[in-house]
């Protein structure tokens, strides 16, 4: 295999493919690989710059036709949630989110086998085996690491890894300038918490408390309402042609 050095990465180009967001779309992205040494700082570079890691490859959009694709980071010092957003903190007051290395389990795996099954059956993860879902977990050059979120019950004492029901999983990147949600899945059973929503508030209270600027929250898609989401947590910076820039919340004002 011909090796690169890490100061240079190699860029490729997908070819175009359906878009799973946007109807009559077709997507392209560009890509390098996450090695080395240097993989940490090259990853900030690149996410800083609109990429997205999984496994040890970074990506963007590169489509032909369509810039819907918006890179989206929350300014996790200036956030404050709102009256709905703090409901939700209260009725998850009973989880408490422990992180720990990047180490995949097979009650993890339960969890997002059972999760798939539920929310995205026909989806492109939908066959992944648990070995595939220890190469999502494991393949990583840089300072990955995995959030549980286990429910305490009264007679619970948590202590460390493996105590109390498991409900909640985040695979998260700490960055140089913050964290990078890469991949986040719950128990289905327990919709009623919105615990997409409370892992994206517990990833901003852990960021303010390391004292971090950003929580990169991945792409926003213009009109794919799967993704709106995302335009709750203000105030936050869109990555546009001028570089990031801070995003009018009356745009998304309905």
């Known amino acids: 295999m011909t090796q690169h050095p890490t100061q240079s990465p190699q860029f490729f180009l997908t070819a175009p493919s359906p878009c799973p967001y946007l109807e009559g779309q077709f997507e392209r992205k560009v890509f390098t690989h996450l090695v080395g040494d240097k993989a ?26 369509c810039r819907a694709c918006v890179s989206v980071r929350i300014l996790a010092q200036e956030f404050s949630a709102s009256r709905n957003m703090r409901r939700v903190l209260q009725h998850n007051a009973d989880l408490v989110g422990a992180m720990h290395d990047a180490e995949p389990s097979t009650e993890q795996y339960s969890l997002f086998r059972g999760y798939l099954d539920a929310r995205h ?111 709750r947590f203000m105030p936050q910076e869109h990555l546009g042609p001028k570089g990031w820039e801070r995003y009018d919340s009356e745009a998304v004002t309905r």
């Open 121 to 231: 059956r026909r989806g492109g993860m939908s066959d992944m085996t648990v070995l595939d879902y220890a190469m999502m977990v494991e393949d990583t050059h840089v300072d990955t690491k995995v959030i549980e979120y286990r429910r305490r019950g009264p007679d619970t004492f948590i202590t460390g890894k493996g105590q109390g029901e498991l409900i909640a999983v985040a695979l998260t990147d700490k960055m140089a300038d913050g964290l990078s949600m890469v991949y986040s899945y719950f128990n289905p059973e327990f919709e009623e918490r919105s615990l997409g929503t409370f892992m994206i508030l517990d990833h901003i209270a852990r960021a303010r408390a390391m004292g971090l600027p950003h929580v990169y929250l991945g792409y926003w898609v213009n009109g794919s309402r799967k993704m709106n989401y995302k335009m």
């Open 40 to 65: 940490s700082e090259m990853n900030d570079l690149l996410t800083q710059g609109g990429f997205r890691r999984s496994q040890n490859i970074a990506y963007r959009p590169a489509c032909e036709t």
